[in-house]
């Protein structure tokens, strides 16, 4: 790791405020992405600007249909979250599943939404709830937030503050998890809110995406069998030691029957 | 250089440090604690598992800098003396160990499962240790002393 400045700002005025003034700096949730980051020299910024001692950035809120979280909440705050567990259970589910318990215990909502890595679980129910980011600045659709590969439509100094989720009428998460990692291979998101279906697929490309042949599908009728003989296509999707592209395709389709299945 | 103060295993402890120290490196180099491991230094492996304000953290993915103000506790807080606490003469009278290097994270774990909860079942452990790897036992003996050691601990 190079060395770098370490900032520790109490509010989120503050915490732009020291972006801004730095050479290059670099907002820092959990870190349980951006150490290692740090440790393997693929990043050098000159300040590092650590978000934990910001209570805004905490807390989850139940309101009218739609459950806010804010960004400095660990996915073992949301997997342990009452509130969450009743409004969504399949979002408390999803926290409950990313990494191990010692990572869940430190890496946070808001930094595995902004860090958009291709296999993390919380982008699938960003998009599968047609959830919003709410930053310091403006709010911004699920759909429109997660642009590529590791990348986002954040601005340069754009801070996430919390993730807004409407509470569907029923959802689940399945993922077939890398088995050392636990980062999803394919982790499928479905929800249902009156007529409107949605399904979001995570791991499988460079990107989270919605299956909207699926979601047509299901639309008419809720059901595995729906799915089963639906496959999305695999053109761009990742191809590596872990899984070829044509065995994520069909996990897909598995994941996504699955889901169905358990959200009844 | 900015400075860092934390309480560890009871000890108010402090000291001038590189932003970029881990807190396991800051536990090991500058406190000489070295029950806590490195295993892998990548986060997957759980050799350097201790508890920071009561949960169970990975020392080598988190700054010392983040730790100030906390409390932290390793491996060495848990013996009173000779006496070995509960979840350590577990692993001893179970034999959950084999060169013993992922020892002190396994332990630490355990014992952050059995405060959460004390009734642990085998597939309870089992999924409270996908963050810790052994590469000698392939778990089982692990399993049995972790079961075990819950259950002594609320005894």
């Given at each position: 790791m190079y060395e770098f400045n370490f900032n520790r700002p109490a509010s989120v005025a503050d915490a732009l405020a020291a972006v801004a003034d730095a050479d290059d700096g670099q907002f820092m949730a959990g870190g349980q992405t951006m150490i290692p980051v740090l440790k393997q020299r693929l990043a050098m910024p000159s300040d590092v600007v650590e978000l934990?001692?910001?209570?805004?950035l905490k807390g989850i809120a139940v309101d009218g249909g739609t459950v806010t979280i804010g960004a400095m909440m660990t996915h073992s705050e949301v997997h342990n979250s009452s509130d969450v567990a009743s409004a969504i259970p399949a979002l408390a589910d999803l926290a409950g599943m990313i990494g191990d318990p010692h990572v869940r215990n430190r890496g946070t909502i808001g930094g595995s939404v902004a860090n958009n890595d291709p296999a993390a679980d919380y982008p699938a129910a960003v998009v599968g709830l047609g959830a919003t980011v709410v930053t310091d600045r403006r709010e911004m659709a699920g759909d429109d937030f997660f642009v590529d590969l590791f990348e986002t439509a954040l601005a340069e100094g754009e801070l996430i503050t919390a993730v807004r989720f409407p509470v569907p009428d029923k959802a689940a998460y399945m993922k077939f998890p890398n088995p050392a990692s636990r980062y999803a291979i394919v982790g499928v998101f479905v929800s249902q809110s009156g007529s409107d279906v949605r399904v979001a697929v995570t791991g499988a490309g460079p990107c989270v995406f919605r299956a909207v042949a699926m979601e047509t599908a299901l639309a008419s009728d809720f059901s595995a069998d729906a799915v089963a003989g639906i496959f999305v296509s695999g053109d761009d999707f990742n191809n590596d030691i872990h899984a070829s592209a044509e065995y994520r395709v069909h996990l897909v389709t598995v994941m996504a029957k699955r889901a169905v299945a358990k959200a009844g | 250089m900015p400075s860092v103060s934390m309480t560890v295993n009871g000890n108010a402890v402090g000291g001038d440090i590189e932003g970029r120290t881990l807190l396991v490196d800051f536990i090991r180099e500058h406190l000489r604690l070295t029950g806590t491991h490195v295993g892998c230094d990548t986060s997957q492996c759980g050799a350097c598992v201790v508890h920071v304000d009561g949960t169970s953290v990975k020392s080598c993915t988190m700054l010392a800098l983040q730790a100030d103000g906390c409390q932290v506790e390793t491996?060495?807080?848990?013996?009173d003396g000779d006496t070995l606490h509960p979840m350590q003469e577990a692993f001893r009278e179970h034999h959950g160990l084999q060169c013993g290097f992922c020892t002190p994270g396994m332990v630490m774990t355990a014992v952050a499962m059995a405060k959460e909860?004390?009734?642990?079942?085998e597939s309870d452990v089992r999924r409270g240790l996908e963050g810790n790897f052994c590469r000698?036992?392939?778990?089982q003996n692990i399993v049995e002393s972790i079961v075990a050691g819950a259950k002594a601990m609320q005894g």
């Open positions: 934990a001692k910001i209570d805004d | 491996i060495e807080s848990l013996a909860n004390p009734n642990l079942t000698c036992t392939g778990y």
